[in-house]
């Protein structure tokens, strides 16, 4: 059975978790620990092990730890990096390169210039298969995820008709469960996004992509405003909902107003962390103008990476192909039935 090794024990770390323990097909060895703190103790209670790095061990010296990161590494196949944005690049630096194992990073890491921790940003429904023969890969950021799930259909289906994509990024302040965060009564705007860069190396750059962001005091979801423009033959509001109805983690809610009420329905239907693990196009705002279709969806942040984690996880371990990863993942997920309860309870609301 595959072996995996979690660094990081937050947002990401936490859900990346939960899906080793019930996928039946891989072990999971431990976790990382940075900070001696009390989370150590709620890991250890679920009868996990916690490691930390060698030059850290004297700080952990009140707590029952299984013993070092780099000892651990040489009895792992596969290391997912859950650390903070950049410090993927550092723990690549220090250990993983040290040892014979692959690494998959979070999307605060980059594949541009000297802090580059890899060549591939992965998106399961673009380049699943690219991920085969590699050691180290990004899952992309949850926004870069969620817009190449949007974009990808987009450009197979209308290709030389799309003539720019033009998206502005509402970002969320803090994730939920992110108590240390303080969200400022503020709106702050985001230098140089990295999005466009990032979705244009799996999506090439045949149709321009161009993203503007902003930071907003919420932590309920990002949302994103996606105008097309296109040539020529504009299609219909219904065309362009039918092309994502089948389409892997997009939900397609009619009456839905805010992303408030999507997370509070997720709360309520107790799907795990309260994410719904997909996009969700707020169908009502579906609109035509002129030459172009503007579309709105907001973005599970926190939980839309964690399948894709999964999937990029098989590709790299099982080189397994792509439908059957898909449905190994939806045995763990249940992203249909998240999707159809969605759609049911936004349908008839
Ligand atoms: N949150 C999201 O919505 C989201 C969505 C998509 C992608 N991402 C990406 O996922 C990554 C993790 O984000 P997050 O939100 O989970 O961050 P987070 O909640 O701040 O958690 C990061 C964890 O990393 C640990 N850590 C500290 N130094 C480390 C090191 N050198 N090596 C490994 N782990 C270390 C910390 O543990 P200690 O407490 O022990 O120090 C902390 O638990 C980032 O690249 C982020 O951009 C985040």
Redesign the pocket.
Known sequence: MKKIFV???????KRITKFILDDPEIRLLGI????P?D?IKDILSQGLNVYVLQKNLHIFDKYNINGTIEDILTECDLVI?????G??F??KQKIYNKHNVMVIY????TIFGDNAVSDLIFNSTVNYEKAFNKQHVIQG??NVTGMGRILNPLQIKYHDNIIRFDLTLIRRWA?LE?IKTIVDDSIELVKNPHHANDVGSYLGSKIPVFVRAIKVPTRQMHLHFLDVRFSKNVPSESEIIKLFKDEYGIAILNKAKSTKEVRDFAESTKFNFKDTNMIHIYSDFVEKTGDTIKICYSDD??GI?IPENHLLLQAMLFKRNYKDAVRHTENIFNMSQKKKLLETYFATK
């Open positions: 660094n990081g024990y937050g947002s990401i770390g990382g620990k940075h900070t703190d989370t990096d859950a650390s903070p944005s410090y993927g550092y723990n979070q999307g605060g890491e950021s949850c994730d992110d942040q926190t990476v």
